[in-house]
């Protein structure tokens, strides 16, 4: 195989955010063979998506555009199979293509998987436990558990390839997503310990705007019975019952997140038996950040660092130096770009993204982006968090609350009164201080609205024109 054709083995799980990855210094956990992949190779830092929700971070993902072109903006909207993707381009030049697991951008008609030689995936957001799957439109139950189950169809998929070609394989794992239900191997995990509490547990949302308190994703309040899955005790205080709800909650987490652990271990183990390590691309990468109790919260959506945050590690051995750092700004919308661009496949004109495949050699370009943009759409359904938009550069962040479903499918509720916030990153790194109001950040907000205004242009995207816009 010429070493200008890789294979493509990218594994993506549901919600696992960077914090709970031993490779990113998780205080949490620990994740020996997701960090096999970072020591063989690239640990990105400032890997971003461009909103913070599993179906249009998908969908970015494939597709490499942002979601108000793809119109995947929100959970209920589906991606069209007809636009273009990579894995389509990588089969027209010879590629076989497969994609196991979690679909999550609808079924049924154009909304079944394209570009796919081999497709095996989840209904909806599927179950943990003995689910049903779709393979290549015929539906059946299988027995197991999802996250062993994924990585056996993968691996079964991998044993029958053609050798003479390369591949790309898409794993996507259900796990660790809401519900978070372990399986039996991991269930006693963590049992006589009691995981940290994050620095922001107990964050009262003062000093920002409403839309943080508004939220409905606190750990003391909105965990339901489901997530909690025993009674809670009782003679609690409050503070004790906030602390026993974040173990119950975080414990499982982390034990679906070491079954993930066990199953990359077996998809590399896999690589180095077949000989194939040097032109095989891995990457462990999630659709988005999570709230590991951070800010008091589950879930994800807002612009906050721990939602916004994609964990991505690659192992490249032919062009990337083993156990490397990389600081520089990456998107969702650049993945695809970057596997084609080391394909040695031209980037179609449609793709929004820019290969980053020389940040991979070291070489950073003296015109790369130093800011990004980034747009929650799903406006006050599910957890109440409120629409925004805004901008992230290397040092600050502006975030405007714009507060109006706009008629978005899924999208509920009042509108609210929009608000903005600044934030330094560099003194109030926890994001617990908007600055936006102080004089002292004047310039640095007009730069930062002037820049904001130049990505949405940029990316084709355009300013909220609701009558309340302050
Ligand atoms: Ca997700």
């Known amino acids: 195989m010429s070493p200008s054709r890789p294979n493509i083995l990218f594994i993506m799980s549901d919600d696992h955010a960077a914090h709970a990855i031993g490779a990113y210094g998780s205080r949490i956990n620990q994740t020996p063979h997701i960090d096999r992949i970072a020591s063989g190779g690239m640990r990105f ?69 394209t570009g796919f030689d081999f497709w095996d995936v989840l209904p909806g957001q599927g179950l943990y436990h003995d689910p049903e799957m779709i393979r290549m439109g015929e539906r059946t139950t299988r027995d197991g558990y999802v996250t062993d189950l994924i990585t056996d169809y993968s691996l079964d998929w991998l044993k029958g390839r053609d050798r003479n ?16 239900e372990p399986d039996d191997k991991h269930a006693d995990m963590y049992e006589d310990e009691d995981i940290p509490e994050p620095e ?66 077996r998809l590399l183990d896999y690589i180095d038996e077949e000989g194939i390590s040097e032109d095989t691309i891995v990457v462990y990468t999630s659709d988005q950040g999570f709230f590991l109790g951070d800010h008091g919260w589950y879930d994800k959506r807002f612009m906050y660092e721990e939602s916004l945050r994609m964990p991505f590690l690659i192992r490249y051995p032919r062009e990337v130096a083993p156990g490397t750092v990389n600081g520089d700004m990456i998107l969702n919308v650049d993945f695809p770009a970057t596997f084609l661009d080391c394909a040695g496949v031209d980037v ?13 050699g070291g070489e950073t370009p003296a015109d790369w982006q130093t800011s990004m943009y980034y747009r929650y759409w799903m406006h006050g359904a599910h ?8 901008v992230r550069t290397l040092r600050y962040k502006l975030i405007y609350y714009y507060g109006d479903p706009l008629g978005q499918e899924g999208a509920v509720g009042p509108n609210m009164q929009p608000e903005w916030e600044l934030f330094d990153l560099e003194k109030d790194p926890c994001e617990l201080n908007s600055v936006y109001a102080d004089p002292d950040y004047a310039d640095v907000v007009l730069a930062l609205k ?19 816009e302050p």
Not at 47 to 68: D, E, K, V, W
Not at 383 to 390: K, M, P, R, T
Not at 450 to 468: H, I, M, N, S
Request: hydrophobic share 30%; glycine share 8%.
């Open 348 to 360: 179609p004109p449609s793709f929004q993204g820019r290969s980053f495949r020389s940040l991979l």
């Open 200 to 265: 922001t547990f107990n964050d009262d949302y003062s000093n920002r705007a409403q839309a943080a308190a508004a939220a409905r994703m606190r750990v003391e309040r909105d965990l339901n019975a489901e997530d909690l899955k025993v009674p809670v005790p009782q003679g609690l205080t409050p503070a004790e019952e906030k602390s026993w709800k974040y173990q119950r909650y975080i414990k499982d987490y982390l034990r679906c997140i070491a079954s993930i652990d066990d199953n990359v271990g």
């Open 45 to 113: 830092d400032n890997c971003f998506c461009t909103n913070s929700i599993c179906t249009p971070s998908r969908a970015a993902i494939l597709t490499g555009t942002y979601n108000h072109v793809n119109g995947v903006t929100t959970l209920s909207t589906h991606l069209d199979g007809r636009l273009l993707n990579y894995p389509k381009v990588l089969q027209e030049h010879g590629y076989q293509t497969a994609v196991v697991g979690k679909w999550h951008l609808g079924h049924g008609g154009i909304h079944d998987p």
């Open 383 to 390: 957890h109440n968090v409120c629409a925004h938009y805004g």
């Open 165 to 180: 070609r390369p591949f790309c394989l898409m794993v996507h794992h259900k796990a660790p997503h809401r519900s978070w």
């Open 450 to 468: 002037a820049e904001l205004k130049r990505l949405q242009e940029k990316v084709g995207d355009e300013a909220y024109r609701g009558k309340t």
